[in-house]
Nanobody, 122 residues
Framework: QVQLVESGGGSVQAGGSLRLSCAASGYTARMAWFRQAPGKEREGVARIHFSGGSTDIADSVKGRFTISQDNAKNTIYLQMNSLKPGDTAMYYC??????????????????WGRGTQVTVSS
């Protein structure tokens, strides 16, 4: 069982930046960030493969968010710039033992963190 612990959420004004971190207790093939706003479905934001470092970014955040990794620490990061009120959500870290399944599907992941809240005010 892999434990995921997120950190770095908070409240910022529109245009500001935040960096989220997710530390995994063990190795996984790929990790991702999802988010869920009140009344909306959880959506994939970004994913990274530990082997090779390939990434995917959702169109809604492309150009503003960047996902990165620290292999030695089994940790991923989500750098969020130019934040908008529409980015307000609970952000969840997810990890998968394998690499099958579409990266933005929740059922492609085996482990989930508890989430960290991001609130962007206008």
């Amino acid at each position: 069982q892999v434990q995921l612990v997120e950190s770095g959420g908070g409240s910022v004004q529109a245009g500001g930046s935040l960096r989220l971190s997710c530390a995994a207790s063990g190795y996984t093939a790929r990790m991702a960030w999802f988010r869920q706003a009140p009344g909306k479905e959880r959506e994939g934001v970004a994913r990274i493969h530990f082997s090779g470092g390939s990434t995917d970014i959702a169109d809604s955040v492309k150009g503003r968010f960047t996902i990165s990794q620290d292999n030695a620490k089994n940790t991923i990061y989500l750098q969020m710039n130019s934040l908008k009120p529409g980015d307000t959500a609970m952000y969840y870290c997810a990890a998968a033992k394998g690499s099958t399944g579409h990266w933005a599907r929740q059922d492609s992941y085996d482990y989930w963190g508890r989430g960290t809240q991001v609130t962007v005010s206008s």
